[in-house]
């Protein structure tokens, strides 16, 4: 595969961490750097590297502060029309080419007047239905890559290299990571374990409002709740009683995810294996959409080595690792949401 990669600023730093990046984790591609400030045309021009790339990924790296004027101007509405020129770019584009597009956004240092978050934020959502197109706004990977010292000055006015290395390599994980997400098996369906996994505490033990979901395990639930939103269907697989299941749902007063949310279930004491391949033929899915999300390593490990179709994530030990866990969870990504998503479940 090919990542075509095409700037507003010079991007060749980012070949060597994706490179590295692709290297250690067996993905075999091959990145290059195509037409320095020519995002337009790499999309536009029917002859270009874009149009010819045939198996892999075209990437437009953008950074707000190449396209928009420093004058004395409305800085925001200069924002809002370069953001309708890519959009238009991109609706142009799509048809014609062979391999995703990824609008990847870079930090700006452009003034806060310019409300460049809402910017990408409108942009990712008008191209969510645009077939072969992900936006990325650089709000998601400052989430995920929270870099500190991103900005490099003397780059700048040298090179035209904005970046600090560390920046740039967050820029390339994120790249890797698109690309991953266009190559990996489509994955639909969250199944969830409960006790230690959903919440804190064992529910036939502590009782209904007796288990803990606050802390990581609500960044957890709301985590969850986010991708019921974008499309996941949300399961539940638990060694349990199912009384006692249902009842932290009814009673717990602070549970971000509702019993609604959820699917199917499966809460006995079968072995997770059976009862994900129960799950999988009433939702008439193959267990390769599955993804089940558990503490234990033993049922991990049931899991991995009887289905090894299901991308099996066993939670960290210690909870407040939970949180950047779910973030570096390539596997859970969706980075494109159209209305057909949202309806889904």
């Known amino acids: 595969h090919r990542i075509l990669v095409s700037g507003t600023f010079t991007t060749e730093p980012l070949l060597a961490p994706l490179a590295f ?24 021009a029917p002859a270009s590297d874009f149009a010819q790339n045939q198996s892999g990924l075209n990437v437009a790296l953008v950074r707000w ?25 991109l609706r142009a584009a ?25 910017v990408e934020a409108e942009l990712a959502r008008r191209r969510a239905d645009g077939g072969g197109v992900v936006v990325v706004t650089s709000a998601w990977i400052r989430q995920r890559y929270g870099v500190r010292d991103w900005y490099d000055a003397a780059g700048e006015k040298v090179g035209h290299i904005p970046y600090t290395d560390a920046y740039y390599a967050a820029l390339a994980t994120t ?15 969250i199944v969830l374990d409960c006790d230690n996994t959903l919440w804190g505490g064992v529910c ?13 395990w609500r960044v957890l639930q709301e985590f969850m709740v986010q991708k019921a939103e974008e499309g996941w269907l949300l399961c539940l697989a638990s060694k349990n009683v199912e009384s006692d299941v249902r009842a932290v749902f009814d009673a717990h007063p602070d549970m971000p995810l509702r019993w ?4 199917a279930w499966r809460i006995d004491w079968n072995r997770k294996s059976e009862n994900l391949l129960h799950l999988a033929d009433e939702l008439n899915l193959g267990i390769g959409a599955f993804v089940l999300l558990d503490d234990s390593p033993v049922e991990c490990g049931e899991v991995r080595s009887t289905l090894p179709e299901v991308l099996v994530l066993q939670l960290p030990q210690d909870p407040s690792a ?10 859970l990504d969706t980075l494109r949401v159209t209305a057909e998503d949202r309806r889904r479940t």
């Open 94 to 118: 799509a048809p014609r080419m062979r391999v995703p597009v990824a609008l990847v956004l870079g930090n700006s240092s452009l003034p806060a007047v310019t409300r460049i978050d809402d």
């Open 175 to 189: 790249i890797l990571r698109v690309h991953a997400l266009g190559s990996a098996p489509a994955r639909k369906v």
């Open 204 to 216: 036939g033990e502590v009782g209904a409002t007796g288990v803990d979901v606050e802390g990581s």
């Open 260 to 263: 609604e949310h959820v699917v």
């Open 21 to 44: 990046l692709a290297d250690r984790l067996g993905v075999p591609v091959s990145a290059e750097v195509r037409g320095y400030g020519q995002v337009h045309q790499q999309l536009l």
């Open 65 to 89: 502060d190449d396209l928009v004027s420093g004058g004395d101007g409305d800085l925001h509405a200069a924002a809002m029309r370069a953001a309708a020129e890519l959009e238009a770019s």
């Open 322 to 331: 939970i949180p950047s866990f779910l973030d570096h969870a390539w596997g």
